[in-house]
DNA sequence: CTGAAAGCGCTAACAC
DNA sequence: GTGTTAGCGCTTTCAG
C-alpha cells in the first residue's frame, strides 16, 4: 500500500541508526563503530553495514550525536563584517582549516553599533560549539563572564589590547598609527589628515596617529570620523569636503582602509590634486584594490588569512587536548608597504 | 571542601535545567516553559525561576532541546566564496534577516572547484538544519537526492537555469550577456572581446554574450578565461597580454565582474588607452568600487543584499508553516547601469 | 570484535 | 498553572 504522499516505497522520514542496524542485522553501536571507529570492526561487518547505509541513504545525526559525546563539532566566529577583504580573508581561511579538520563553522556577524553582544553570544554558546573565535573585544562584563565559564577554547583577534579571556591573535592598533606617522615624518611630511572609521580599532589608529605626531610637536589639518565600515564613498565624500583645507599645502591622511585611501586617491586626481605631490595617502589592510589601482597605494600590510589560518591552528591544538601556553599569545607582525602614493 | 579544582565554590561545569529547577523549586518543565514560553506560567514563578537562571549564569542548551523539539533553529547557506563583494552581501543580509528571527547560520564556503560536495552537504545535512540555502546548481545526482530527502526548505539562489529542488531566487546568465551584447550593438560598437572566469555562471554569461553576437554575425576579438573568482589583477594581467591586437581599434570588452572591469580599466588607463574611446568596458555586480572609481563602470546590477533577504523570508515563510506557492521561483530583475566606460 | 544498558539535556504529550 | 513520563538519536560504558 502507497503512503500517504503516493510515492512509491518511500524512504521513512528520517532513517536513524536502528534502521541501518536492523537493515544489517547488527546493533546500533556496530553502525555507530563503522562510522567513528572503522578500525574496530571486522571488514565483513563494515561491508554489511556501509551497504545498508548507502541504500537507506542514511545521515548520521550529529546533533543527537553531539549531545551524547559532548562534542558538537561546531566552532562559532563572530566578525563584525564581511564586507571587508581584511575580515573576509580571515573568515575564509579560518573556515577552511576548521573544515578541513572536521568542524562546521557558525558565523555571526555583529556588525559595529553596540547592540545586545550577550543575546549574541547567548544564542552562539547555547548550540556548545567546542570552541570561539571572536574579533576585538568589544563585549560587556556580563558577556566577559558568560564566555569565561563556558569553559571551551577562545581566541581573540584583531587586537592585544585588552586582557585577553584566553588566546589571543593580534596587534597594537595605536602602535600601527604611531609608525605610520613617523613613517611620514621621515619622509619629509608635516602637515597631516586623519580620515577614521568610527570603530574602536580605527579610532585607536587614528590616535596613535595623532600622538606620534603630537610629541613632534604637529598638528592636524583635518581629523575626521566616518561611520564603520569604512568605504570607497566615504573616502571621496570625505575629500569633497576638505579639499579646500587639506589640498592648499603638501598635506599626508592617514585613512582606515585601503578603500577610504582609494576614495582619497579617486577624488584628488579627479580634482586635479597631485599624488603624492600635494597630498600623500596611506590606507590600511593591503587589499587587491591597493596594490592594483594607479597610483598604487601605500599601506599597512596584515595578512587576514593567515590570522584566520593561525586562529584555526591554535583551536585546533587546544581541542586536540594540548595545554595552553605563552605562545597562544600573538603579536601579529605588520609592515608598511610603500608604494606611490607617499 | 572545594573541587578539584582549588577554586572556591565554582560552579558546575555546566548549569542545566534540573539544576536550574532545584534552585528555583519546580520542575525542569516548568524552567523550559519559564524560557519558551513565559505566558503559560505565572509571575511569579517566573520571577523566581529567572533569578535562579541569572544567578546560576545557565545557558540552556539548544542542542538538547533541538534534539527533542526536532528544530535546530540553525540554517546552512552554501556560497562558493564571501571574497565577493556579491556574495559577501548576500551572506550578510541572509544571515541578519535569518539571526533576527532566532535562527544561526552554519556557513560553507564552497570554493569553485568540484571538490567533494557530497561530502559537505552530508556534513551540513548531518547537523540537521532547518532550512538550507545554496549558491547555484554544481551538485552531483547523489548530493540532489540527498538534499530532497533532507526534505527541508531549500532556496538556490543566483541561478535560473537548472530544475529547482525546492525554491528559487536567480536569474538567466546567458541572457544577462545576450543582454549586454545588444546594449552595446546600439551604442555601435562592432568590435568585441570577453574575459570571463572559469566558473560555469560567468562562462553562462560570456556564452550569452558570443551568441548574440554571432547572431549578428560578428566574431570576438579575444575571448579569455581566467580562474575564478574574477580579481581586478586578472584583468590587469589580460589587458596587458591582449593589448596589441585588441587595442588597436575601437572595442568594446565585457568582463565577468567589476573586479576585473577595473583591471582591465586601469591597465587601458596606464596604457594610454582611452576609454571609451578605444576601448569600452562592461562590469557586472553593480559594486561599489565600478561606482566610484573614474570613469566609472557601466554594469549590471544585481541586488546582493535584496537577494539574501528574500532568501531569508522566502525560507521563514515555509518554516512558518505556509504552503509552496509557484511565487517561490523568482526570477530577480536586472538592469544595465550605464556609466562612463561605454 | 560485538552487544546491551544507560543516559546526554531537553521538550512533547498528557496528566492533574 | 504545574508536574510526570517518555522519549529525541546517538554514544559511553561495561560485558562478553
Known sequence: MPD????????????????????????????????????????????????AIERLGYVPNLIAGGL?????????????????PMFAGVVQA????????????????????????????????????????ITGSAYSPATRQMLQEARIPTVEIWDVSTRPIDMMIGFDHAQVGAEVASFLLAKGHRRFASLSAGDSRALARARGFRERLAAEGLGLVAEDIAPAPSTIGAGRAWLRRVAQGVGEKRCAVLCSSDLMAFGVLTEALARGLAVPGTLAICGFGNFELGAMCEPAITTVNLEGPGTGREAASFLLRRLAGEASTVADRVKVPFQIIERATT
Not at 76 to 84: D, E, G, Y
Request: proline residues 6%.
Open 68 to 84: 551524547s559525546s559532548r562534542k558538537s563539532r561546531m566552532v562559532a566566529a563572530v566578525v563584525p563584517t564581511i564586507a571587508h
Open 94 to 133: 579560518f573556515s577552511d582549516s576548521m573544515r578541513q579538520a572536521g568542524y562546521q563553522v557558525m558565523l555571526s556577524i555583529s556588525g559595529y553599533e553596540d547592540t545586545d553582544d550577550e543575546a549574541m553570544f547567548r544564542a552562539l554558546l547555547g548550540r556548545r560549539p567546542d570552541a570561539l573565535l
Open 4 to 51: 500517504e504522499t503516493g510515492l512509491p516505497a518511500r524512504r521513512s522520514a528520517s532513517v536513524k541508526i536502528t534502521d541501518v542496524a536492523a537493515a544489517a542485522g547488527v546493533a546500533p553501536m556496530t553502525v555507530s563503530r563503522v562510522i567513528n571507529t572503522p578500525d574496530r570492526v571486522s571488514p565483513e561487518t563494515t561491508a554489511r553495514v556501509r551497504a
